[in-house]
């Protein structure tokens, strides 16, 4: 059984920074691909970050290029996401998730593990 569990979530106003991490356990669990998205009321799930296990290249949604980091630690199986400049329109829960095909991808549909989401509130 695979579990993703996210933490670091919280309020906090616009030009500020936060970090979630993700920490990743199941005897199996060997994803070649993590990744955050978020979701904000009445919108779809967007991509925001992924990230390669082995390599560490990372990938990223426009909207957050240059503020937001992505990031892993394989030793302790735990993914983080710095976020700094933060604005009111990145108000979201972020979910975790991670996924096991070879190559890349930005659709949520295709990530087969997710945590439970936590909620980033951000005020202007």
């Known amino acids: 059984q695979v579990q993703l569990v996210e933490s670091g979530g919280g309020s906090v106003q616009a030009e500020g920074s936060l970090r979630l991490s993700c920490a990743a356990s199941?005897?199996?669990?060997?994803?070649?691909?993590m990744g955050w998205f978020r979701q904000a009321p009445g919108k779809d799930r967007e991509f925001v970050a992924a990230i390669r296990r082995s390599s560490g290249a990372t990938y990223y949604g426009d909207s957050v290029k240059g503020r937001f980091t992505i990031s892993r630690d394989n030793a302790v199986n735990t993914m983080y996401l710095q976020m700094n400049s933060l604005k009111p329109e990145d108000t979201a829960v972020y979910y975790c998730a991670a996924r096991s095909d070879y190559f890349m991808s930005y659709s949520y549909l295709d990530y087969r593990y997710w945590g439970q989401g936590t909620q980033v509130t951000v005020s202007s």
């Open positions: 199941g005897r199996t669990f060997n994803p070649l691909f």
